[in-house]
């Protein structure tokens, strides 16, 4: 085997060929402020609103429920009389 050849040893590119597109800058000019994504918030200090989910929800619903039936039982009492005088 003889020494490699010239032609061989060069690099020859097998990529594409064409420009590929590039992605347009984050400018305000481009992308408008109503179309870009913005988090909610209030208040004057911006803070974020948070989501009340179904879980949040019925937690809350189930402390309130406790919550009213110990101040009855701290009024009435816990035996049957104090049962009997909430029903009627």
Same mark, same amino acid.
């Given at each position: 085997?003889?020494?490699? *050849? #010239? #032609? *061989?040893?060069?690099? $020859?590119? =097998?990529?594409?060929? =064409?420009?590929?597109? #590039?992605?347009?800058?984050? @400018? ?9 994504? /913005?988090?909610? =918030? ?6 974020? $609103?948070?989501?009340? #989910?179904?879980? !949040?929800? *019925?937690?809350? !619903?189930?402390?309130? !429920? !406790?919550?009213?039936?110990?101040? =009855? /039982?701290?009024?009435?009492?816990? @035996? ?6 909430? *029903?009627?």
């Amino acid at each position: 085997m003889g020494p490699a *050849s #010239t #032609t *061989s040893m060069l690099r $020859v590119p =097998t990529g594409a060929q =064409t420009d590929l597109p #590039t992605p347009p800058p984050h @400018d305000p000019e481009i992308r408008p402020a109503r179309d870009r994504p /913005q988090a909610k =918030t209030e208040g004057p200090y911006r803070s974020s $609103v948070k989501r009340v #989910t179904h879980n !949040a929800a *019925s937690l809350a !619903a189930h402390l309130n !429920a !406790a919550e009213d039936m110990r101040r =009855t /039982q701290r009024e009435l009492g816990k @035996d049957r009389r104090a049962f009997a005088a909430q *029903s009627a």
